[in-house]
């Protein structure tokens, strides 16, 4: 979705900033994303939620990522990412 307004890109521009700086926070507290497209699927780190075939992937690998994980610098998961693994 694009913004189509002044206001818009202004409001959207304010939403990235906050994110950025949340992530930059996280970060200082070494909280890092699970990796996800092109990696294999580890039910460790990621959450499954549908199977597709997908031609740029082998089997096993995920595709698309529904939702962000993040974990602790020593591996401490937080929350597993959701995605789409080919099947």
Aim: proline fraction near 2%; aromatic fraction near 10%; hydrophobic fraction near 40%.
């Amino acid at each position: 979705m694009e913004p189509s307004t002044d206001t818009e890109r202004e409001t959207e521009a304010a939403y990235k900033e906050v994110y950025g700086m949340i992530v930059a926070s996280m970060a200082e507290l070494g909280v890092t994303e699970v990796e996800t497209v092109g990696q294999e699927f580890n039910y460790e780190f990621h959450q499954a939620v549908m199977m597709r075939p997908d031609e740029d992937y082998e089997e096993g690998i995920v595709c698309e990522e529904l939702q962000k994980g993040w974990v602790m610098e020593d591996g401490f998961l937080i929350r597993a990412a959701m995605v789409v693994v080919t099947a």
